[in-house]
C-alpha cells in the first residue's frame, strides 16, 4: 500500500536519536562538526525534530500520536545561470553553534533554535538554515538564507522549503491507516477574490477556464494550477487532513514580505508534498543575499472551535497587526449604479441615508468607481464630477458620517493617458510588451511598475491626495494584485512579493496612521498589518451564479466571476481570518426586490455577512427600497462583531453549518444556522450533536420564519421548504423545567443582542431592550405557570400565547424599551 499518507506513526530508530534527557530541554551530544552523519534533535512536549545534517532531511514528530507527522523532508534550490537551469537538494548541513539557543524570539516568545550552514555548490550559492520550535506554540518554524558567493548572478526559480518525496523516504504520517478518500486539502486562494476551499483527496480542484481574461487576476503565477484528480494546490497556506480522525496539519509561511508562499499536494499513487517560495527569476547578484520568510508547521485538531487559531496569531504577531475594534457600516454606490454615477446620485442617497439615520444608523458613505476620467488617470473627472469628489467629501463629513473612496492605484486602463505620458512608468514582459492584468472594464488592462520611483511616487501621490486634498479618511483600494502580475521588472533583483509589500507600505507611510485603508483584489501577505480592512471574497451580484452580458451556460461554474455564490463561499470559508488579520470585507449586501436573487438568497447573504462578523455595506439606491426589503438591513445592525465557527469547514467545498456563542444577562444561547445549497427548495434537520452542544432539550427559534419550537433531547429540528440556496438562523437555549426563558425576538438575526438587562423574582420578570435604532417587532418568552400582566414602556399590553405557551409580546424601541411580565 501507498505509505506516504496510510503509513502507521513510527518512532526514528533509538540509534539515530540523541538521548534527550528533559522533554523541555534540548541536548547535542557527541558534538562533531564534521560528522554529517550525526542526527540532531530539537524537543519540547509537543514535538521531536529530527535533522540529518549528512541527508539534508528534517522529521517534525507530534508527541501525541494522535496527530500526524511529517518524515524525511528535504529543502531544495532551483535557479538559473546564463539561462540554463539547474536544481540542488541541499545536503550536508554543518552546525554552526556547539550549543544550540534559547532565544526570545519577539513578538514570538521564547524559541529554541539551530542553525546551519549548507556549503557553497558549484555556482558558488550558499545558504544559512534555522530550525526552531516556539515553546509556548504548537509551532515549528524555519526559514533558509540564500547568498550568492559565486562568480555569476543567478535567477532565483524557486526555494523549497520543504520536499516530501517517497523516492527519498519523504512521506506524511498518520496515527492509522488511511484511504486516500478519507483525506482531504483546504486551499487558500492567492488574493481577494481567488476561491478558498476545502477538497476531498480524491477529488479535483475547482479551477477557472476563463485563461488570460481571468487568472492573471485570481491566480498566483508560482503556484501550479493542477487538472488532475488527487492533486491540489494553496497559496500562503495549506490544511491536509484526516476526515476520520479529525486531525491534520497546517503547513505555511508566517508572512509574505520577501515571497509568496505556494503548497502542492499529490495524494496519488504514493503522494508528495511540497512547499516553496517562488523566486519569480529575481536576479541575485554575486555579493548580494535573500531570506525566506518564516515557514511553518502546526498540528490542527479539525473540530476545535478554531482549528487554525494559532496559525493565525502567528501571523498577525509577525506582521505586528493591530485589527480596530469594530466593524464599519455604510453604503456604497457601485452594485446599483456601478461606473454610471453622479454627484447627483451619491447627494440623493446620502440624504436618504441621513433622513434614515434613526431606523437605520449606517456611518460609511463610499463613493465607488465611476467618478475618475479613466482608471489610471485619477487626477481628472468625468462631467458627472465637474467639481470633483472633494465637495461631496465635505458634504458627507458635515452629516457626522464617514467618506470612502475607491481607487484602484496600480492598475491601469489601456486607455489611460499616464500610459502615453509615460510609457515609461508601465509594467512590462520579458519580452518587452505590457503586462496583461486581466480583462476588466471592458479591456485588457496592466499595470504600474513599481519599481520604477516615479510610478511609485504617482501611486503614493494618488492616495495622499485623495486622503489628505480631498478629505477622504476611508479609502477602498482595488486591483492591487495588478503590481505583482507575471512580469519582469525594471529592477530585476526583486521578487513580486517584495515589490507588492513595499508598494503598500509606501502607500501605508503616504496616507498616514489614521486613514483606513481596505485592501481588495489583494495577495493577503502584502496587506498584513499595513490595512484595517480586507476583501476576502469575490465581488457579489445580483446573480446566484456568474452571468455575464445574460449569459450563463459556458461560465455557471466559474470559481471567482462575481456572483452571491462564489462570495458566500469565501465568506464562510475564511470567516476565521476576521479579527485575527484585519476586519472581514464580506463585500456588499444587496437587497432590492429587482435582482435575479430570490429572497432566499438575499436573506442568506445577509446571514452570512451578519453571522461572520465583518463590515456591512448596503449598495442599492437606498430612496427606492420599499420598507420589507429595509428591514433586512435594520435587523443585522449592531453588528455582531464576533465571527461563527464553520462547523464542516473541512467536510464541504460549500460549507452549510455556522455556530455562533452568545451570552447575555438571561444567559447563554447558541445561533445555530444551516444553508440548504440545493437548486430547490429542501426541508433541513439541524440537531445539537451535529453542532457540538450539550444533549438535552433546547428552545429553537428560527429568525426567518419566526417559528419557535420546543426540540427534546435527541431529537431533530425540521424545518420545511427552506427555498433554494437559503438557510435557517436558529437560536437555541436550554429548556430547563420551571425556568423562564427569553427566546428571542424579531428585532434582530441573533435573537438576543438586543436584550440589555434581565432579572426574574417570584412576582415578576424585568428586561430592558436596547438597539442603535428605532424598531417594531415582537419578543418571545417562555413562561410557565399563570401571568397576570404585561407592561411595555409602562403601557398595559394584551396577553398573546401561542399553542406552545410562548408569549409573545409587541415592542417599540427608540433606544430603549422597558417591559415588565407580572406573575400571579
Known amino acids: ?153 543567478v535567477e ?59 487568472l492573471p487576476m485570481i491566480n498566483n503565477l508560482g503556484t501550479p494550477l493542477p487538472k488532475e484528480k488527487g492533486v491540489f494546490s494553496s497559496d500562503f497556506f495549506a490544511v491536509i487532513g484526516d476526515r476520520v480522525g479529525r486531525s491534520g496539519f497546517l503547513l505555511g509561511s508566517l508572512s509574505q514580505k520577501n515571497h509568496f508562499t505556494s503548497i502542492l499536494a499529490d495524494f496519488n499513487g504514493q503522494g508528495s508534498l511540497q512547499m516553496w517560495a517562488n523566486g519569480d527569476n529575481a536576479r541575485l547578484e554575486v555579493g548580494c543575499s535573500i531570506s525566506t520568510d518564516w515557514a511553518v508547521f502546526n498540528p490542527v485538531l479539525l473540530d476545535h472551535r478554531e482549528p487554525l487559531e494559532k496559525y493565525l496569531e502567528a501571523v498577525a504577531r509577525e506582521n505586528h497587526i493591530r485589527v480596530p475594534e469594530e466593524s464599519p457600516t455604510g453604503w456604497c454606490s457601485w452594485y446599483h449604479f456601478y461606473t454610471k454615477i453622479s454627484e447627483t446620485i451619491i447627494r440623493d442617497n446620502l440624504k436618504a441615508i441621513v433622513a434614515q439615520q434613526e431606523t437605520l444608523p449606517l456611518q460609511l458613505v463610499q463613493v465607488d468607481d465611476g467618478f475618475e476620467s479613466q482608471i489610471g488617470d485619477w487626477f481628472t473627472f468625468k462631467a458627472e464630477f465637474p467639481n470633483g469628489v472633494a465637495p461631496l467629501a465635505a458634504e458627507i463629513k458635515a452629516e457626522g458620517l464617514l467618506p470612502g473612496l475607491w481607487l484602484a492605484p496600480f492598475i491601469l486602463h489601456p486607455k489611460a493617458e499616464i500610459i502615453k505620458q509615460h510609457p515609461d512608468w508601465l509594467l512590462r514582459k520579458a519580452n518587452g510588451k505590457p503586462v496583461n492584468c486581466g480583462y476588466v472594464w471592458g479591456a485588457m488592462t496592466t499595470a504600474l511598475d513599481l519599481t520604477v520611483p516615479e510610478a511609485l511616487d504617482y501611486a503614493c501621490r494618488v492616495v495622499k491626495t485623495a486622503s489628505e486634498a480631498w ?123 429587482d435582482t435575479h436573487l430570490s429572497l432566499a438568497e438575499v436573506q442568506s447573504l445577509a446571514s452570512a455577512i451578519a453571522l461572520t462578523g465583518g ?67 429542501d426541508d433541513l434537520t439541524l440537531a445539537a450533536e451535529e453542532y457540538q452542544l450539550p444533549a438535552g ?33 436558529t437560536a437555541w437555549r436550554k429548556a430547563l423545567p420551571g425556568e423562564v426563558v427569553y427566546l428571542g425576538s424579531d428585532l434582530h438575526i441573533s435573537q438576543g443582542v ?33 401571568l397576570h400582566s404585561v407592561k411595555v414602556n409602562e403601557q398595559k399590553i394584551n396577553l398573546q400565547t401561542n399553542a406552545d405557551g410562548v408569549l409573545s409580546i409587541p415592542v417599540t424601541v427608540d433606544g430603549f424599551a422597558h417591559v415588565v411580565v407580572e406573575l400571579k
Open 754 to 786: 438586543e436584550l440589555a438587562d434581565w432579572s426574574i423574582n417570584h412576582k415578576e420578570i424585568k428586561l430592558t431592550l436596547r438597539l442603535p435604532r428605532k424598531a417594531e417587532g415582537r419578543i418571545k418568552l417562555w413562561v410557565p405557570g399563570e
Open 1 to 153: 500500500m501507498p505509505q506516504m499518507f496510510w503509513g502507521l506513526l513510527k518512532k526514528v530508530p533509538p540509534e539515530k536519536e540523541t538521548q534527550i534527557q528533559d522533554d523541555a530541554k534540548i541536548n547535542l551530544t557527541n558534538f562533531n562538526p564534521v560528522e554529517f552523519m550525526m542526527t540532531f534533535q530539537l524537543a519540547n512536549p509537543v514535538f521531536k525534530v529530527t535533522l540529518n545534517a549528512e541527508k539534508g532531511t528534517f522529521s517534525i514528530l507530534t508527541e501525541d500520536q494522535k496527530l500526524p507527522s511529517i518524515e524525511n523532508a528535504g529543502l531544495m534550490l532551483k535557479y538559473k545561470v546564463k539561462g540554463l537551469a539547474y536544481c540542488f537538494p541541499l545536503k550536508n548541513w554543518t552546525l554552526t553553534d556547539s550549543q544550540p539557543k534559547k532565544v526570545d524570539w519577539m513578538p514570538q516568545g521564547a524559541l529554541d533554535i539551530m542553525t546551519f550552514d549548507i556549503p557553497a555548490d558549484e555556482h558558488g550559492i550558499v545558504c544559512h538554515l534555522q530550525f526552531g520550535i516556539l515553546q509556548e506554540y504548537p509551532l515549528v518554524v524555519w526559514k533558509l538564507d540564500v547568498s550568492n558567493q559565486g562568480s555569476d548572478a
Open 615 to 681: 463590515s456591512l455595506l448596503l449598495s442599492d439606491d437606498l430612496p427606492c427600497l420599499p420598507k420589507e426589503r429595509l428591514k433586512i438591513a435594520e435587523c443585522l445592525l449592531p453588528i455582531i462583531g464576533d465571527r461563527a465557527r464553520v462547523v464542516d469547514w473541512f467536510d464541504s467545498s460549500m460549507p452549510s453549518m455556522l455556530r455562533l456563542d452568545q451570552v447575555n444577562s438571561s444567559g447563554e444561547w447558541h445561533i445555530l444556522t444551516k444553508f440548504n445549497w440545493q437548486d430547490k427548495s
Open 471 to 593: 478629505g477622504y479618511p476611508y479609502l477602498k483600494l482595488d486591483f492591487l494584485y495588478a503590481a505583482a502580475v507575471d512580469c519582469q521588472y525594471q529592477d530585476r533583483t526583486v521578487t513580486r512579493a517584495q515589490v507588492l509589500r513595499r508598494g503598500m507600505e509606501a502607500i501605508r507611510e503616504a496616507v498616514g496612521p489614521d486613514v483606513t485603508l481596505l485592501g481588495c483584489g489583494a495577495p493577503f501577505g502584502g496587506m498584513l498589518g499595513l490595512v484595517e480592512a480586507m476583501r476576502i471574497g469575490a465581488d457579489v451580484s445580483g446573480d446566484w451564479q456568474p452571468t455575464f452580458n445574460g449569459i450563463q451556460l459556458f461560465i455557471k461554474n466559474e470559481p471567482a466571476m462575481p456572483c452571491a455564490r462564489n462570495s458566500i463561499r469565501n465568506i464562510i470559508t475564511r470567516a476565521n481570518l476576521h479579527g485575527h488579520w484585519w476586519i472581514n470585507d464580506p463585500d456588499c449586501l444587496m437587497i432590492r426586490p
Open 156 to 214: 532565483m526559480q524557486s526555494i523549497g522549503l520543504l520536499e516530501l518525496n517517497p523516492d527519498s523516504g519523504g512521506k506524511i504520517i498518520w496515527p492509522e491507516f488511511r484511504a486516500q478518500k478519507d483525506l482531504g486539502f483546504f486551499s487558500n486562494g492567492w488574493q481577494s477574490w481567488s476561491p478558498s476551499q476545502w477538497y476531498p483527496a480524491n477529488g479535483r480542484m475547482n479551477l477557472s477556464k476563463l485563461g488570460g481574461l481571468q
Open 697 to 729: 432539550d433546547y428552545w429553537v427559534s428560527d429568525f426567518w420564519s419566526g417559528k419557535t419550537i420546543l426540540v427534546n433531547s435527541e431529537e431533530r429540528l425540521w424545518l420545511e421548504g427552506i427555498g433554494a440556496h437559503g438557510c435557517a438562523v
